[in-house]
């Protein structure tokens, strides 16, 4: 499997971006999706997980009421809707998928359990 993200770019605090996670193969409804980011200088995090049939999502406290993820399994596609956008919103925004559950408290929040990475895509919110 081969994700690709995009959609990044510069917006100014208050704005809005769309990102998207394209991924190759057998997506339909088979993974486990979600977004992390990482900015400069700090660790990645964990940004919000949605399961595979999109009936449940969970997010990171920190963007709560502004960020939205949905997947289309027909274009084999996640997207992260992203308002209200602060500049500590700045990071590369990865999307990653996994193929299995897995058990424990907010385990979705683990980025090693997720097999496949995409190659990030920057979002920058100036001030």
């Known amino acids: 499997v081969q994700l690709q993200a995009s959609g990044g770019g510069l917006v100014q605090a208050g704005g809005s971006l769309r990102l998207s996670c394209a991924a190759s193969?057998?997506?339909?409804?088979?993974?486990?999706m979600a977004w992390f980011r990482q900015a400069p200088g700090k660790e990645r995090e964990f940004v919000v997980h949605i399961i595979r049939k999109a009936d449940t999502t969970y997010y990171a406290d920190s963007v709560k009421g502004r960020f939205t993820i949905s997947r289309d399994n027909a274009k084999n596609t996640v997207y992260l809707q992203m308002n209200n956008l602060k500049p500590e919103d700045t990071a590369v925004y990865y999307c990653?998928?996994?193929?299995?559950?897995?058990?424990?408290?907010?385990?979705?929040?683990?980025?090693?359990?997720?097999?496949?990475w995409g190659q990030g895509t920057l979002v920058t919110v100036s001030s």
């Open positions: 193969g057998d997506f339909a409804s088979n993974y486990y």
């Open positions: 990653a998928a996994r193929t299995s559950s897995c058990s424990g408290y907010r385990c979705y929040e683990l980025g090693p359990l997720y097999d496949y």
